[in-house]
């Protein structure tokens, strides 16, 4: 068994839900999320390993292979990819039902959104001001590169996460240097190893 | 609200209304992609409510600000015309169609995961759901190239984060300070220090 696969059924196996009614789940997805939102970086793929680490192993809402699912989910789904918080919220509520699961949704992406519109609005009121100001300048620069190590990091993690056989991982590299090096939609890359997934050629 | 000092060219500024079926028009354009392709498009040129220049200051303000870059950018179109009510209505007119469809997608997926058929084909999207993953720090790296200090801020941070498991705000609040220092800009600005900011 490799190594990846021995550390996500250690988290699966050690990861115990608290014991919460149906309005404490909610709050506790809401106070989670309002509480990052302020530092969704580089447009917000930088919250992808936090949103790992809170709803596989603190908090178990979901099974690793679960948070994979939604990644592509919500990779594949048009619009911003950053709504994957909303999925993330239903699977926190999926357990009390689906009601529940959709207003754990809509919480969990109001909560992620609300704190960086409110700083957002004010910056563009400011703006004129903030524009020349050094504190602009060196945080552009000063983040930029932590920002490129985090990115980094977020996509071993996913990798680690999809936990694929070793054709997986052919086709995850093959699909990054695709990326890269051509502006083919990347639908069509999914499609393409959908169809190798369904005919078995990549399994977990 | 006071009319910005607009040219000629720009249209009369939009009420919340406006904003909203803007957004909404932007939304459904970009199924499949372009977003801040489309909304230039209909922003700029169709409905003329801004001038390019203050459309791509918008984008700047959008990517330096927390926030996913394009739903920043619906909140700077919101804002620049109506304040706080037009953020929140451009924001409402571009979630409204994904994220309704996404609910859609995300309650069929609970309810059929474990089916193995569609486990199958889930388990090779996913392998490529993570090479696009694997590709996001790659796209911005050329930034960076010719900056030796960056490219060991980004070092530190990626094994800080992948072997050390150190958690993403704890690092933010510790490495951020650090290299905004480094990266305060040196060369000292003529005249007495203006109002900064906060």
Same mark, same amino acid.
């Given at each position: 068994?490799?190594?990846?696969?021995?550390? +996500?059924?250690?988290?699966?196996?050690?990861?115990?839900?608290?014991?919460?009614?149906?309005?404490?789940?909610?709050?506790?997805?809401?106070?989670?999320?309002?509480?990052?939102?302020?530092?969704?970086?580089?447009?917000?793929?930088?919250?992808?390993?936090?949103?790992?680490?809170?709803?596989?192993?603190?908090?178990?809402?979901?099974?690793?292979?679960? %948070?994979?699912?939604?990644?592509?989910?919500?990779?594949?789904?048009?619009?911003?990819?950053?709504?994957?918080?909303?999925?993330?919220?239903?699977?926190?509520?999926?357990?009390?039902?689906?009601?529940?699961?959709?207003?754990? +949704?809509?919480?969990?992406?109001?909560?992620?959104?609300?704190?960086?519109?409110? &700083?957002?609005?004010?910056?563009?009121?400011?703006?004129?001001? &903030?524009?020349?100001?050094?504190?602009?300048?060196?945080?552009?620069?000063?983040?930029?590169?932590?920002?490129?190590?985090?990115?980094?990091?977020?996509?071993?993690?996913?990798?680690?996460?999809?936990?694929?056989?070793?054709?997986?991982?052919?086709?995850?590299?093959?699909?990054?240097?695709?990326?890269?090096?051509?502006?083919?939609?990347?639908?069509? %890359?999914?499609?393409?190893?959908?169809?190798?997934?369904? %005919?078995?050629?990549?399994?977990? | 609200?006071?009319?910005?000092?607009?040219?000629?060219?720009?249209?009369?500024?939009?009420?919340?209304?406006?904003?909203?079926?803007?957004?909404?028009? $932007?939304?459904?354009?970009?199924?499949?992609?372009?977003?801040?392709?489309?909304?230039?498009?209909?922003?700029?040129?169709?409905?003329?409510?801004?001038?390019?220049?203050?459309?791509?200051?918008?984008?700047? $303000?959008?990517?330096?600000?927390?926030?996913?870059?394009?739903?920043?950018?619906? $909140?700077?179109?919101?804002?620049?015309?109506?304040?706080?009510?037009?953020?929140?209505?451009?924001?409402?007119?571009?979630?409204?169609?994904?994220?309704?469809?996404?609910?859609?997608?995300?309650?069929?997926?609970?309810?059929?995961?474990?089916?193995?058929?569609?486990?199958?084909?889930?388990?090779?999207?996913?392998?490529?759901?993570?090479?696009?993953?694997?590709?996001?720090?790659?796209?911005?790296?050329?930034?960076?190239?010719?900056?030796?200090?960056?490219?060991?801020?980004?070092?530190?941070?990626?094994?800080?984060?992948?072997?050390?498991? $150190?958690?993403?705000?704890?690092?933010?609040?510790?490495?951020?300070?650090?290299?905004?220092?480094?990266?305060?800009?040196?060369?000292?600005?003529?005249?007495?220090?203006?109002?900064?900011?906060?």
């Amino acid at each position: 068994m490799p190594p990846l696969l021995l550390v +996500a059924a250690a988290e699966a196996a050690s990861c115990v839900p608290m014991r919460l009614n149906d309005l404490g789940h909610l709050l506790q997805v809401m106070g989670t999320f309002l509480g990052l939102s302020l530092f969704s970086l580089g447009g917000g793929n930088t919250l992808l390993a936090e949103y790992h680490h809170l709803s596989v192993v603190e908090y178990c809402w979901l099974r690793p292979s679960q %948070f994979a699912d939604l990644y592509a989910l919500a990779e594949a789904a048009p619009g911003p990819s950053s709504m994957i918080v909303g999925l993330l919220g239903m699977g926190a509520g999926w357990p009390e039902g689906p009601g529940w699961a959709l207003l754990s +949704a809509y919480g969990a992406e109001i909560a992620i959104l609300l704190p960086s519109t409110l &700083l957002m609005v004010v910056a563009c009121l400011s703006w004129n001001r &903030l524009r020349e100001s050094p504190w602009r300048v060196a945080f552009e620069r000063g983040l930029g590169p932590i920002t490129l190590g985090i990115l980094f990091a977020v996509g071993v993690k996913i990798l680690q996460t999809a936990d694929t056989n070793a054709p997986g991982v052919v086709v995850s590299l093959l699909v990054c240097v695709l990326m890269l090096r051509t502006r083919i939609s990347p639908l069509w %890359f999914m499609a393409v190893a959908g169809g190798l997934g369904a %005919f078995g050629l990549i399994n977990r | 609200m006071t009319d910005p000092p607009a040219p000629a060219a720009t249209a009369a500024p939009p009420g919340l209304g406006q904003l909203f079926t803007g957004m909404l028009m $932007v939304a459904l354009s970009a199924f499949g992609g372009g977003l801040s392709a489309w909304s230039q498009r209909i922003i700029v040129e169709q409905r003329r409510w801004m001038s390019n220049e203050e459309f791509l200051t918008g984008l700047t $303000v959008a990517r330096l600000f927390p926030g996913p870059n394009q739903i920043n950018m619906a $909140v700077y179109v919101g804002t620049f015309f109506r304040g706080l009510p037009g953020a929140l209505a451009a924001l409402a007119g571009m979630l409204l169609v994904p994220f309704t469809l996404l609910m859609g997608i995300g309650l069929l997926y609970f309810q059929f995961h474990s089916l193995p058929a569609l486990d199958r084909v889930l388990a090779g999207v996913v392998a490529a759901a993570a090479g696009m993953a694997l590709s996001m720090g790659f796209k911005i790296l050329d930034e960076y190239r010719k900056d030796p200090v960056a490219l060991l801020l980004a070092a530190v941070t990626f094994v800080l984060m992948t072997f050390f498991h $150190v958690r993403l705000v704890p690092l933010v609040l510790v490495a951020g300070p650090l290299a905004m220092a480094w990266y305060w800009p040196r060369r000292s600005q003529p005249g007495p220090p203006a109002g900064e900011p906060r």
